[in-house]
């Protein structure tokens, strides 16, 4: 009788290493769905506002009250259940304290660049050139080019070494967007025709004729 009280306790403590990785995989998909709501804050509200984001911060929240409740089993099964505590805390300055939108926009800056600048030199010698229908200024790209440009689109405006090039991160409602934009020599990236009747809201110089830009 004894034994089986005994055997029934240890079944009953919960297993710090389990609550380690559960802890550490809620706080990763916290952090990643919050950068996401950093970089386009406006994605569909029906899904983004109403749905993904509340779930996800009582999932942390759940997270964040279960690591305190593992408190009380240091003194039995040692210092390790403190683990996941620790764990949401360093989450919540992370999401307090670091740059979260700029390391995610350079991660993909550099990522990119290779194939955006390929990109723009096909736009320049004239072998790109706007392909859709409904918009002018619209280049559809081929299967390789989803991950450079939101929508596998482009947008161009000018003509040769004198174009602009968008490659676009976010594409939201009311025609919202951001994303990296060529500037050709000599050029404003303000004076981008997607700028003629608002200025941009965010203009970021990256490096030399690369911008981050958002309407």
């Known amino acids: 009788m004894e034994a089986q009280s005994v055997t029934t306790a240890v079944a009953a ?13 809620i706080c990763v998909i916290t952090l990643l769905i919050m950068t996401l709501d950093l970089v386009a804050p406006n994605w569909p509200a029906s899904f983004g506002e109403l749905l993904l984001l509340p779930l996800t911060a009582l999932l942390f929240l759940g997270c964040c ?18 683990g996941p505590l620790l764990i949401c805390a360093a989450t919540v300055a992370l ?3 670091a740059p979260l939108q700029d390391i995610y ?30 918009n002018q200024n619209l280049i559809a790209l081929g299967p390789d080019g989803s991950n450079v440009s939101e929508g596998n689109e482009i947008v161009v405006d000018g003509f040769g070494e004198g174009t602009y090039v968008l490659f676009m991160t976010y594409r ?3 025609h919202y967007f951001n994303g990296f934009l060529y500037v050709p020599p000599g050029s404003d990236p303000a004076k981008f025709f997607e700028f003629d009747d608002k200025p941009p809201r965010r203009l970021d110089r990256y490096s030399e004729h690369w911008y981050f830009v958002a309407n």
């Open 172 to 174: 939201g409602l009311k």
């Open 65 to 82: 009250l279960w690591s305190l409740v593992l408190l009380l089993w240091i003194r039995r099964g040692g210092i390790s259940f403190a």
């Open 105 to 134: 926009l350079q991660c993909n800056f550099r990522w990119h660049r290779a194939d955006r600048e390929r990109i723009v030199s096909q736009v320049k010698r004239g072998e790109l050139t706007p392909n859709v229908t409904y």
């Open 13 to 25: 403590r919960p297993s710090a290493r389990r609550s380690l990785i559960v802890a550490s995989v």
């Open 95 to 97: 999401l307090v304290y």
